[in-house]
Structure formats: C-alpha cells, structure tokens
C-alpha cells in the first residue's frame, strides 16, 4: 500500500523513502518453561530492506519469526508493523495487516497444479461461495503469470507442484506469499537444499522483492549472506549479539567466536 504526504508548496513526498522504519521489536521475550529463547530483543527493520538474521543453532531465529507473525506470544515486549502492535493480533489478522511468513520446509499443495496453488492464495479467495470460475478472470491469471515469472515458474504452471524439484517448491512458496500482497516478508532459511545456481537465482529475486517491500531472512550461508544482505542481525542465546554490515558482523570478534569460528 502505498501512501503520500502533501508537504507545503505542494511537493508530494513518498512515505516509502528510505530510513522509514516498519518493522520495530521492542525488547521480545519468549519464555518456554522458564527458558528464554527470546531474551529482551529490539531491533527495526526498515521498508526496501533486506535484512539477514544469522546465528547458531538454537539461538532464537526461528522464534523470533513466530513472534512477529503470531504464531507463538511473547512474554514481554511487542512488535509494531507500521506502527500497530502485532502481539495483539491474530495470526490471521497479521497475515491481512500485510506479513507474509514462510517456514523453513516448503509446504505447498502437491496434489495441486502450480497454477492452482497461486490460485488458492490470493487473500479474497477464502471467502464463500467462492468458486474456480471466480479466480479464472484474465486479471487473476495476468497476475499469477507475472508472479510466476519473478519466481521462475512460468513454464510450470501445469505441473503437479509435487513434481517440483526441492528449489522449486521453494520459489513456489514465496510466490504463493507475493500473491498475498505482503509488506513484509519473513523467509525462513529459503535457500535451504538448493543447488548452487538456484541460490544465486534465490538471491536475485530477494533483492529484487525487497526493491519495493521488505525482507527478513534465516540464513546460514555467509557466502549468500554477504551476497544479499543490506544489514545483518546476529543472535545468540535470545539474544542481539551483533549488527552491521556483513562484513562488518563478520569482523566482529565475538561473532567469530560464538558462530562463525565453527
Ligand atoms: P534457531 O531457529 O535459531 O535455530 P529456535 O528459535 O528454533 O532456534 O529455538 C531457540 C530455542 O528455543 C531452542 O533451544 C529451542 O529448543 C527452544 N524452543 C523453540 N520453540 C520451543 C517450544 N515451543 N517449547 C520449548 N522450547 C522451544
Ligand atoms: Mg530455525
């Protein structure tokens, strides 16, 4: 959604510019049986970034995910996407608020064609008495041909999505998230299982998506990391460890020795 603002003189000014926050945590906690795999967390994202979460195993990304889409409640503290508390929400109203969130395995319909699972996605298709024919417009289908074509899907669509290769149901996830409109996208290690040549395609469309929205992204690949990240965050035990640069994270002593060292 895009908004303006009519500043004296009348010069219309974007409210997209760089430097605008939209993703602001605000010191997030998680508590599993008195384990805090979120410990006191802030960090902001802001709108056309691409921004890498690293960290070793077990340090709370995935988590930190769940919080900001509603899957898990945190303890204490909040999440504000444009400004509104997320934590109050449904999983389903941050979906609607503008979240897209994808798991760390893909979860596509298999037994569905590739066209079929885009159709399925779009937000107001979840409505009654809302049958194939109404997704069949030439709007729709101009749509979903353009998604698939960002995600390298356009020769597919007829393909039984469980016929996809690992890489592919990967891209076909996203463009399912795209076909919902998200502000923000959360990816949870995308390029997991893919082959070289698909990570670098990955990373494209990453950038390309985060041209005109924005991207948080798991990753373990620094290689990728370095390639794609505007800013890099880094967890350790629930916890800010470091933030900067990728190359900046990756000169940082206690990044080394907590993480990249291994
Ligand atoms: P990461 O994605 O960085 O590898 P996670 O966010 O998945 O780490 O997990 C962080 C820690 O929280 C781990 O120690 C994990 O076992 C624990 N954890 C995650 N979810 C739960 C849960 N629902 N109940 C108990 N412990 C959990
Ligand atoms: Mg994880």
């Not at 990816?187 to 698909?198: I, T």
């Amino acid at each position: 959604m895009s908004a303006a603002l009519v500043m004296p003189g009348g010069h219309v000014a974007s409210m997209e510019q760089a430097g605008e926050q939209i993703l602001r945590v605000e010191n997030l906690t998680v508590s599993f049986d008195g384990f805090k795999a979120v410990d006191n967390l802030s960090l902001s994202v802001e709108r056309n970034e691409l921004r890498v979460i690293i960290g070793p195993n077990g340090a709370g990304k995935t988590t930190l995910l769940d919080m900001i889409c509603g899957k898990t409640k945190p303890t204490a503290g909040r999440v504000l996407f444009n400004g509104v508390d997320l934590t109050r929400m449904s999983e389903h109203q941050i979906v609607r608020a503008g979240v897209g969130r994808k798991f760390q395995t893909p979860s596509v319909y298999e037994d569905l064609s590739v066209l079929e699972n885009f159709e399925i996605s779009l937000p107001s298709m979840h409505g009654l008495f809302q049958s194939l024919t109404f997704r069949r417009t030439p709007q729709v289908r101009a749509r979903i041909e353009a998604i698939a074509d960002q995600v390298f899907l356009r020769d597919q669509l007829d393909r039984r999505a469980g016929q996809l290769s690992h890489g592919q149901k990967q891209w076909l996830e996203i463009g399912m998230l795209l076909m919902q409109g998200p502000e923000l996208l959360l990816l949870d290690e995308p390029v997991a299982g893919m082959s070289p040549r698909e990570r670098e395609q990955t990373g494209d469309l990453l950038s390309r998506i985060a041209a005109g929205k924005s991207v948080v992204v798991i990753e373990h690949d620094m290689d990728f990391v370095q390639r794609i990240a505007h800013k890099v965050t880094v967890l350790h035990q629930g916890k800010l460890l470091s933030e900067g640069s990728a190359a900046e994270v990756q000169a940082d002593r206690r990044v080394i020795d907590v993480y990249l060292g291994h």
